[in-house]
Structures are given as C-alpha cells and as structure tokens.
T-cell receptor
C-alpha cells in the first residue's frame, strides 16, 4: 500500500531563517506531487505541483520554492522566512495517469510558526 | 479561475440532528470530492462523485453531485460527536488539479 510522510511535524523558525520541508511517498512510482498551504480551519491553497523529477509548476508567486530531486521526494524551501509564511503545509500525491477523477492522498502536514 | 463556495462556514448542532453542507461554483468540474480533516492532520477522502446527478451514500452521509456538475451537497443524518471536524469539498479538472472550497467546520455536541 502507498504511504506519504512529511517532516518535521512542527517547526518554529525565526523571521529571515531558511526553510526545508520534506515529503516522501512510498509504494507507488512516478506520482504527481503537490504542496498546499492551509490557513487555520480553512481551505487549501495550492502552492506547487510536480508531474515528474525536476518538473515544478508554481501556482502563486511567493517567498517559497519547491524541488523534486527524486521520483518520490518533494521538498518545499525558502531562503528567508516571512511572518506570513506561518501555516499548515500539506503534501499530497495522486497517480500519474489520470482520468480527471483521481483522488489526492494527503500527508499528515507540517505546522510552521514563524516568529 | 475556478472558485468553490462552501456553506455554511461554521455549524454547531446537537447530537441526533440532521445537517447539510453545500458546495457551489459557476464552473463545471469533472469530479467533486469531499474530504474530512481532523485538527493537526491531513484531509482524508470521504467520497468522489463524477456523474451529474450522482448520489452516493456512506453510512449516515449522503453526497450528491449537481446535474450540471457545478455544485454538490453533503447531508448527514442523525449527527454524532464523532462527525465533528472540518469538511472540505474539492472540484477536479481533467488535469487532476483540485480546487478546494473554504471548508465547513462542524461541531456536534453530545
């Protein structure tokens, strides 16, 4: 069966510090991968998605970047964190071959607090 | 840009009551998915509906996709405290991108 991991689970960082959040998927090959950010108790905002190694699409301009160095690894980064980067970050995967009806499966999330 | 409006944003009811959550858009979606999320965890899929007019039941939960595939509803019968959580609808397109609604936070009091 497929599993998706995120770490760390919680992170407290000072403003201006760098960021690296990691997401890995097991049990599947060549998945589509996604990074979302969620404000408290609200819906999800898509930040980045990837259909393959080294292929990253950005949905919103921001202080963040994403990379996919391996097939099942997706990394969210920042060189200098802003207060507004605080939030709950979710990674998700879906099967690569889609009919438009495929489910996205979410990781447990990383709660980031920038002080 | 596709938008999904979810209502109500908050709902607090007593155990045993019925409720309906709505998800509306002016855009047509290829699929509509409902997720439930617990605090501090990732969303978990409840159901996917793909055909206009489709109705799916999951125990006390009934999901319906509008005939025009622009809207959906989630109806819970005889709500229980275990139903408490954040309910999210998401519309899918042909490229498997999801557009999420703003969520409905449900609290069921014993």
């Amino acid at each position: 069966s497929q599993t998706i991991h995120q770490w760390p689970a919680t992170l407290v960082q000072p403003v201006g510090s760098p960021l690296s959040l990691e997401c890995t998927v097991e049990g599947t090959s060549n998945p589509n991968l996604y990074w979302y950010r969620q404000a408290a108790g609200r819906g999800l905002q898509l930040l980045f998605y990837s259909v393959g190694i080294g292929q990253i699409s950005s949905e919103v301009p921001q202080n963040l970047s994403a990379s996919r160095p391996q097939d099942r690894q997706f990394i969210l980064s920042s060189k200098k964190l802003l207060l507004s980067d605080s939030g709950f970050y979710l990674c998700a995967w879906s099967p690569h071959l889609t009919t438009g009806n495929e489910t996205q499966y979410f990781g447990p999330g990383t709660r980031l607090l920038v002080l | 840009t596709q938008l999904l409006e979810q209502s109500p944003q908050f709902l607090s009811i007593q155990e045993g009551e019925n409720l309906t959550v709505y998800c509306n858009s002016s855009s047509v979606f290829s699929s509509l998915q409902w997720y439930r999320q617990e605090p501090g965890e990732g969303p978990v899929l409840l159901v996917t509906v793909v055909t206009g007019g489709e109705v799916k039941k999951l125990k006390r939960l009934t999901f319906q996709f509008g005939d025009a595939r622009k809207d959906s509803s989630l109806h819970i019968t005889a709500a229980q405290p275990g139903d408490t959580g954040l309910y999210l609808c998401a519309g899918g397109d042909a490229g498997n991108m999801l557009t999420f609604g703003g969520g409905t936070r449900l609290m069921v009091k014993p």
